[in-house]
């Protein structure tokens, strides 16, 4: 007797893969449909809890680059995420491209 393959099927693979994109998409998304907020970043909810506890409080440390506008710190800061993925892509990709 032969021996018989297992063949998966194609199109219930990239179903799956459509209803992962699908539910990716409405966790980004509905959140910011229903939860009406303000958006702040940690640094400023951080820095009003501790002046609420402690209204004399003085920072002990001081920030080495101070960026000149709001936008250029989302550049920085969104410079930096591309850097990270980027690496992390090029870290899996060798690694799987050396166990094949």
Partial sequence: MANK???T??????????????SVILLT??????????????DG???ELITEIQPNYKPWFEPLFE???GEIESLL???QAALGAGFIGYVIGFYKG???
């Fill in 98 to 100: 050396r166990n094949n």
């Fill in 67 to 69: 960026p000149a506008s």
């Fill in 5 to 7: 393959e297992v063949i």
């Fill in 45 to 47: 909810e951080a820095k």
């Fill in 77 to 79: 800061f969104a410079s």
């Fill in 29 to 42: 998304v509905l959140p910011l449909i229903f939860i009406k907020g303000d958006f702040q970043g940690a």
């Fill in 9 to 22: 099927s194609q199109p219930k693979k990239k179903q799956g893969n459509w209803w992962l994109i699908l």
